[in-house]
Every structure is written in structure tokens, then in C-alpha cells.
């Protein structure tokens, strides 16, 4: 089994950046692809952003390539999100989580919380 945990969350003024961190632990070998996700109140969980853990092949949801960079670090079983240029609706609880496929998540960290104030 594999255990994820966020980092790096907090508060922070529109236009500022953050980044993000998921460390994995334990059986890390089965992780084929990770991913971030966000919800903010009153809404739907929404995809951001994925990486394969091998080849590091990325994708992002079209709206927030640009702002957002997904990477991982394999020598430290860390994924990261690089959030620039943050906007008031940006806040949400970030998510990481691991799955067979960029479609498909089975895993999921506990969430860390972003606010971004105008």
C-alpha cells in the first residue's frame, strides 16, 4: 500500500505563488501515474494536473496550464505543484493521488488547504 501526504498549503495574496508537495511511502513501485486534484466549497472535486511516475509525461486541464507545473522527484517519492499567479478562485483543498492511469486514481492523500486572498 501507498500512503500520500500534501504539504505546503496555506495562505497567500492573489498574484502570489505556492508549491506543493505529495511524499509517497511505502510500496512507491506500484505507482504508475499521480495526480492533483482540487475542491473548493460547495463544488465538485476537479482534476489539475497528472504525471506518469516513470517517463514524467504531463497534463494539465487546459484552463490552468500556464499557471500551474506538475513534478516529481523520484530519489524523494515527491510529487509537486508549482502554483504561480493565484487568483482568489484557486482557493480549495488540493488533493495528490496515485493511480494505474492519468484517468483512473485509486489512492488519495489526505488534502492540504490553499486560500488566496484579493
Known amino acids: 500500500q501507498v500512503q500520500l501526504v500534501e504539504s505546503g498549503g496555506g495562505s497567500v495574496q492573489a498574484g502570489g505563488s505556492l508549491r506543493l508537495s505529495c511524499a509517497a511511502s511505502?510500496?512507491?513501485?506500484?505507482?504508475?501515474?499521480m495526480g492533483w486534484f482540487r475542491q473548493a466549497p460547495g463544488k465538485e472535486r476537479e482534476f489539475i494536473a497528472s504525471?506518469?511516475?516513470?517517463?514524467?509525461?504531463?497534463y494539465y486541464v487546459d484552463y490552468l496550464k500556464g499557471r500551474f507545473t506538475i513534478s516529481r522527484d523520484k530519489a524523494k517519492n515527491t510529487v509537486y505543484l508549482q502554483m504561480n499567479s493565484l487568483k482568489p478562485e484557486d482557493t480549495a483543498v488540493y488533493y495528490c493521488?496515485?493511480?494505474?492511469?492519468?484517468?483512473?486514481?485509486?489512492?488519495w492523500g489526505q488534502g492540504t488547504q490553499v486560500t488566496v486572498s484579493s
Open positions: 493521488a496515485s493511480g494505474p492511469t492519468r484517468m483512473s486514481y485509486n489512492l
Open positions: 511505502g510500496r512507491t513501485f506500484s505507482m504508475l501515474s
Open positions: 504525471i506518469s511516475w516513470s517517463g514524467g509525461d504531463t
